[in-house]
């Protein structure tokens, strides 16, 4: 299914072009909201929408967001599907920003068209993923992101309409609250009847700069429909960091230790309520007076998705204090006199355990294995030094757990592992801008 461009035709580019100019010539070419429901008109077939995020507004230098949603309500069974989105000239792919993310994804720095691919067609609509462009620097005007999806029976292709999303160059408005309007109020769990609830934790809701703070996030449910679909959004103050998990029921699907901004969590299967975890934050040396740290939960029963009560956690500044008998370290834990640093050989994928570059069956089965099972552990003895039984995390992690290293493998980590078993090679390329360090396809 590589370049679906080509398999649409030049014709349907060159009228689709023609289109867009006229409609920003004419003034008639707006930013599509979503639709009332996505999935009308999907049980003849495949129905892409899409939704600017920002508004709609762009600033050079600056990166966009895209939320594309796909669905299909028919009864025949989809054997091929796929998205093209087409960049503005000088605009590049930056990196997926969450949701239902496809095995194929484009490549960082990668530009005009962009393909999305589903080794596999899901059998569950619908199904939504973002993911974040880059704008040059001194790009003005409006500007057009649009794309298509393709998808197949047990037949000849077929394709959706072209979506057109227009971005203006600016800055978003602000809405602000009117003196005296409603202001959301602050839930608890006795709240959880009618749908989920988020409750946020910091100890004595303060912050120490230079220091990492714990934050426990909870999910609270009581009702009797079941929740399919859980997930968590959550903004920390600018220039704070993930760290990675501290305890409780972490979600497979995390952000990269390092990130900043807006984080997405999600679980693949939802736990039974409550549901808590603590994750870890980085606060920078400078930070001073209050800090604000909010998000939502995000959830579907067998419907629509829906958004939990904003949570919003205000953080004061506070001073360190060791405990009686605690020795001060700056920093990282030194090493002993005359210890060196263990330097871990990546240059072989754990899951390879022939060494020959390449995934095979066996080796991708084993994999699916710890998928399919609580976790993994370390274990001598074993084809690959892990077991799914083991609770030994005394090793180096398998490099198939990286997003976050967690001891267990996540949709998204699984599907990566696929993308090498379908390239028939890959190598190991620390310096790429790939999510795990390796790139498919044999080295030339």
């Known amino acids: 299914m590589k370049n679906f461009s080509a398999q649409l035709g030049s014709m349907k580019k060159f009228t689709t072009k023609l289109a867009i100019a006229a409609g920003l010539a004419c003034g008639l070419l707006t930013a599509p909201a979503m639709a009332a429901n996505e999935c009308d008109g999907a049980d003849a077939g495949v129905v892409l929408t899409q939704v600017a995020g920002n508004q709609g507004y762009y600033q050079g230098g600056g990166t966009i967001s895209l939320t594309v949603t796909v669905c299909y309500t028919g009864q025949e069974e989809l054997t091929q599907l796929g998205v093209a989105e087409f960049l503005p000239d000088g605009w590049s792919f930056s990196h997926m920003d969450g949701g239902a993310v496809p095995p194929v994804v484009p490549q960082p720095g990668q530009t005009g068209e962009l393909d999305f691919v589903w080794i596999y067609p899901p059998s569950e609509f619908p199904l939504s993923f973002s993911f974040v462009a880059n704008v040059p620097e001194g790009e003005t005007g409006q500007k057009i992101l649009g794309g298509y999806g393709i998808y197949g029976f047990d037949g000849p292709q077929e394709f959706t309409d072209f979506q057109a999303t227009l971005y203006t160059e600016g800055v978003a408005p602000v809405i602000e609250e009117e003196e005296g ?51 968590l959004e959550e903004t920390l103050p600018e220039g704070w960091s993930f760290v990675g998990f501290s305890g409780g029921q972490a979600p497979p699907i995390a952000p990269a230790a390092g990130a900043e901004g807006t984080l997405n969590f999600a679980y693949i299967f ?71 640093e263990e330097t871990v050989d990546r240059s072989r994928h754990t899951a390879d355990q022939d060494g020959n570059n390449n995934i095979d069956l066996s080796e991708m089965l084993r994999v699916i294995q710890f998928y399919n099972s609580e976790g993994l552990g370390c274990a001598q003895g074993t084809e ?32 990566r592992l696929v993308q090498l078993y379908n390239s028939n090679g890959y190598h190991y390329c620390p310096d790429s801008l790939t999510e795990d360090g390796y790139c498919p396809g044999l080295a030339s």
């Open 270 to 340: 939802t736990p039974s309520f409550p549901v808590s975890f603590t994750y870890l934050a980085d606060v920078p040396l400078g930070t001073t007076g209050t800090q604000l740290i909010e998000g939502n939960g995000i959830y579907a029963f067998d419907g629509p998705m829906y958004d939990s009560n904003v949570a919003r956690t205000e953080l004061e500044e506070g001073v360190y204090e060791e405990e009686e008998g605690e020795e001060e370290v700056e920093g990282e834990q030194e090493e002993e006199e005359g210890e060196e």
């Open 181 to 231: 309007e409603y202001e959301e109020p602050v839930l608890t769990c006795e709240d959880a009847t009618d749908g989920v609830v988020m409750v946020r934790d910091v100890e004595d809701n303060l912050y120490v700069p230079g220091h990492r703070v714990a934050v426990t996030v909870s999910f609270c449910y009581t009702g009797e429909d079941e929740v399919l679909v859980l997930g």
């Open 384 to 415: 690959d030094g892990f077991d799914p039984s083991a609770d030994n995390f005394d090793c180096v992690t398998h490099a198939i757990d990286y997003a976050p290293q967690d001891w267990f493998v996540s949709l998204s980590e699984l599907l």
